[in-house]
DNA sequence: TATTGTTATACTCTATAACTATA
DNA sequence: TATAGTTATAGAGTATAACAATA
């Protein structure tokens, strides 16, 4: 049974792994997309103001985490920042620099945004602690891969 | 006691997971968009035709599936038709219905992107039988909860 | 009357290129 | 000259509403 993974044809169970990782990846989305909607924010709204919750960032960088043009990232904080979610501060190192930071608001919706995130959580509590152990070691290795 | 009624707040482990299942879904999507890019088809026109590509379906059917309206529908199948991966036929059973179907072209195309898709082969190629066969498992589990 | 697909409209996200203000 | 952010532009996806053809 145990045969060698053949990585050129794919045997039944890999195809099998890789169409319930979609599943998985599916779910996700949906889920996300969701929770955003309840907060009248779109996916790509939702996922700055999330990296903004953790701290400020130069719009370069936002670009780059969101693998988007910087040029896209100027109006979705501008659509953000029209509503008070988010603010473009100076950064005193570089003046060419704008720094977009969460405001207190802002703050707040992501925090609500996050623990409206049902998929991805409850169904680990489903799941024994061995069993969470087991699958964060092999998400990690798929990651490293 | 005061304390309120079985709020859960999730482990350190779980954190840790869904954060996982967070990078994995991110480098999947990466992945797809990147594979539909090198045909020059977007995501929407990519998960459309390899819908298609295992039977044609109805316009509205196909808006259910792609979670969108189906007035969106018709401009992607509009796309995809002008490069002539897709074509609509009538419905026998009923005059309303048009059934959006592959071109041959089109379900070459789907195999190839299909195919094209690294992440979520490559690195389950890292895993053993018993892993692959362990993980599967606990999908399977977390989708059914 | 209800349903299927389309059209018209408006908004958001996206990449590209040109522009500005700093460095 | 090079870099950070913006603006302008065009294409694509999205939801909403109104419409024609068919059931």
Request: charge should be neutral.
């Amino acid at each position: 049974m145990a045969t060698a993974p053949n990585i050129r044809r794919p045997d039944a169970l890999t195809l099998e792994v890789v169409e319930l990782i979609g599943d998985v990846v599916a779910r996700f989305y949906e889920d996300y997309e969701e929770a955003a909607g309840e907060h009248a924010l779109t996916g790509a709204q939702a996922r700055l103001l999330s990296m903004l919750s953790l701290e400020p960032l130069p719009m370069r960088k936002l670009a780059q985490k969101l693998k988007c043009e910087p040029s896209n990232v100027t109006g979705i904080v501008d659509r953000l920042e029209a509503r008070g979610l988010v603010e473009r501060r100076p950064d005193p190192a570089d003046r060419r620099v704008k720094l977009a930071a969460a405001t207190e608001e802002g703050s707040r919706v992501a925090r609500e945004l996050r623990d409206g995130l049902r998929f991805a959580r409850e169904p680990l509590a489903g799941l024994t602690d061995e069993e969470r152990l087991s699958l964060r070691d092999l998400l990690r290795r798929m990651l490293t891969t």
